[in-house]
């Protein structure tokens, strides 16, 4: 079956310490995106890529970085940087990303838990 | 202000009641909205996309307002499963942008 895999679904760091988050889809989807949500809260998009080898900033990018070497495969480092990094870290794709497509539609991963000690 | 906000929660209703959520956005440039439906712990899953003309799936109906900029959910004949949270969401330019949901509590 097509899906989106995160892994790891539970992960504790220490503070000052890097953390990678990995995030494959078998979709063919081009575009991918990582969310973090905190409790009560909606999503907040950290960055986003529509291609291979390209990738933007979203609306909460500092202390965060990204590489898309790979269509199916965009991981997230949370570097010491990242003053709050405890969240719930969300990784989507869709078909395209356009301003007027239905491809928009977005298929989420099943989520990993950062919990920094 | 936040660009997209939705009624504050929790919603707690017997089942077979009807309950509506509501959403409001305040850029008038976004395009296309959508209803994502999350469980405790889990990820968001589509449940409907929202059309100009109102659409219908079931005991969902979404409804839109570009004039008002204003976009509901209503659920008819509640049930125990449709216990969640709902996230509204707008595409601007591309961007995906979600509010902070509203949860929605179904008891006996």
């Known amino acids: 079956d097509g899906g989106i895999t995160q892994s790891p679904k539970y992960l504790f760091r220490k503070e000052g310490q890097n953390v990678t988050l990995s995030c494959e889809q078998n979709?063919?989807?081009?575009?991918m995106y990582w969310y973090r949500q905190d409790p009560g809260q909606g999503l907040r998009l950290i960055y986003y890529?529509?291609?291979?080898?390209?990738?933007q900033k979203g609306d909460i990018a500092e202390g965060y970085s990204v590489s898309r070497e790979k269509k199916e495969s965009f991981p997230l480092t949370v570097t010491s940087a990242q003053k709050n990094p405890t969240a719930f870290y969300l990784c989507?794709?869709?078909?395209?990303?356009?301003?007027?497509?239905?491809?928009?539609?977005?298929?989420f991963g099943a989520g990993s838990r950062l919990t920094v000690l | 202000r936040k660009e997209v906000e939705q009624d504050p929660g929790p919603f707690n209703v017997p089942e077979g009641a009807t309950v509506a959520f509501n959403c409001t956005y305040s850029?008038?440039?976004?395009?296309?909205f959508f209803w994502y439906r999350q469980d405790c712990r889990k990820e968001p899953k589509l449940l409907m996309s929202?059309?100009?003309s109102g659409n219908e799936d079931g005991r969902f109906t979404a409804q839109l307002n570009r004039a008002s900029q204003y976009i509901s959910l209503l659920i008819r004949d509640s049930k125990l499963s449709d216990s969640a949270t709902y996230l509204c969401?707008?595409?601007?330019?591309?961007?995906?942008?979600f509010g902070q949901g509203t949860e929605l509590s179904v008891k006996p």
């Open positions: 989507a794709s869709s078909i395209a990303n356009r301003a007027y497509s239905g491809a928009n539609v977005l298929t």
């Open positions: 979709l063919n989807h081009d575009a």
């Open positions: 890529s529509q291609i291979v080898n390209d990738f």
């Open positions: 850029n008038s440039a976004s395009q296309s």
């Open positions: 929202v059309y100009s």
């Open positions: 969401v707008v595409n601007r330019g591309g961007k995906l942008i």
